[in-house]
């Protein structure tokens, strides 16, 4: 996105841990980190976040779609709550571990990286999340059953398809106890 940079955005959100005395890193998953995490986990717990959402409307042009045929990836949008895991990185590990994760996620800096208060059953932590703003140029607005079907049939990336990611999502969250009814609602179009 014109006017952002990942490295510093990666940079400021070493510094924003940092400041608060380098202690182990929660993680706010609610898709693909729930299911691939790629990265040491000390500690993973159910959690929930009020304030966002889980949506399939962020276009991916690299990871599950190309430039040509994009295709789409989750995103936490304003609004609502979102049911997930928060991921508990050991302090040591951060500075290594962080920067792959920014690779990962943020190919290109779309995301807006944020503190979010998630409820656990053994207490509230502040975990990193990635969050998308409905101004955001890669935000798609609403989509009609049509188009997804046609993302679902023909969008791939450099880590498989669209459809494949949706599918891997849903199922880790029902064997978590997490059902996502717009997601099933999305699945079922198929």
């Avoid at 962020?58 to 895991?85: D, H, Y």
């Avoid at 053994?122 to 046609?150: C, D, I, K, M, W």
Wanted: charged share 20%; net charge positive.
């Amino acid at each position: 996105m014109p006017g952002r940079c990942a490295e510093t955005m990666l940079h400021h959100t070493l510094y924003q841990w940092r400041s608060r005395g380098e202690q182990d890193l929660w993680l706010f998953a609610y898709g693909s980190l729930i299911w691939k995490t790629e990265f040491t986990v000390a500690e993973r717990r159910l959690a929930s976040v009020y304030g966002h959402h889980r949506a399939l409307k962020m276009w991916s042009r690299i990871n599950r779609g190309t430039p040509e045929q994009p295709g789409l990836v989750f995103a936490l949008l304003s609004g609502g709550s979102c049911q997930g895991m928060v991921l508990r990185v050991p302090a040591a590990d951060v500075p290594c571990m962080l920067p792959a994760l920014w690779q990962r996620e943020m190919p290109n800096p779309v995301y807006d990286p944020r503190w979010l208060r998630c409820r656990t059953d053994h207490g509230t932590v502040e975990a990193l999340g990635f969050t998308l703003s409905r101004r955001s140029p890669n935000y798609t607005g609403e989509l009609t059953p049509e188009q997804y079907r046609q993302i679902f049939q023909c969008a791939q990336g450099r880590y498989g398809s669209t459809l494949e990611y949706a599918r891997l999502t849903y199922e880790h969250l029902l064997s978590l106890g997490i059902r996502d009814r717009a997601l099933e609602q999305l699945l079922n179009l198929c």
